[in-house]
């Protein structure tokens, strides 16, 4: 990730391959892989992903 100066010099991040939505593979902690989804992006270097284990949504922020 970079940071970058818009025009108005607001702080703008450039995540590279990173983006909302897309489908990832993310590895816990406790070594269980699962199938994701970016669901927010969050400077500097943290993304929020989503996946679904036995019932509800789970939701972790995650440092990448």
Do not use: C
């Amino acid at each position: 990730m970079t940071l970058q100066q818009s025009g108005t010099g607001e702080e703008v991040y450039d995540y590279g391959q990173l983006v909302k939505g897309a489908n990832i593979n993310f590895r816990r902690s406790d070594g269980k892989v699962h199938k994701a989804v970016i669901t927010k992006l969050d400077p500097p270097g943290y993304v929020t992903v989503e996946w679904f284990e036995r019932g509800p949504t789970t939701r972790e922020e995650v440092k990448y």
